[in-house]
């Protein structure tokens, strides 16, 4: 792969990869409160999060952080941008398979908090 990405292929992989299988794969402890996905923040591990669908961020009022899916990996995997992006390409071709919603969704109970 070449070391440029295409800006095409940034805004895919931060707005059309579903947050919430991002922290899903990402294995984040998370639960819904009243219709809404919170998750542990990685980065003041508070629980005051939500994630908004329509334009797909995550947001901790906790530490006043917004985090889009690249953000989402930088932080809790402590990649680089680069890496992050080449873990999110790798993820969207597991979403592409057949099984792969499957698979996450069962990965997600793991880390269901109560």
């Known amino acids: 792969m070449s070391h440029r990405v295409s800006s095409e292929t940034l805004r895919i992989l931060r707005n059309d990869l579903d947050m919430t299988y991002i922290i899903y794969a990402l294995e984040i402890p998370w639960r819904f409160d009243d219709m809404k996905l ?3 923040c990685p980065q003041c591990r508070g629980l005051d999060t939500s994630v908004h669908p329509k334009v797909n961020l995550g947001r901790c009022f906790g530490c006043n952080r917004n985090f889009n899916t690249i953000d989402l990996v930088m932080a809790c995997k402590n ?3 680069r890496k992050a992006l080449d873990w999110l390409m790798t993820l969207r071709k597991v979403l ?7 698979l996450l969704s069962r990965q997600a109970r793991r880390n269901r908090l109560s």
């Not at 592409?96 to 499957?102: H, N, Q, V, W």
């Open 79 to 81: 990649y680089p941008f």
């Open 96 to 102: 592409d398979t057949e099984d792969g919603e499957l």
């Open 38 to 40: 919170r998750f542990i």
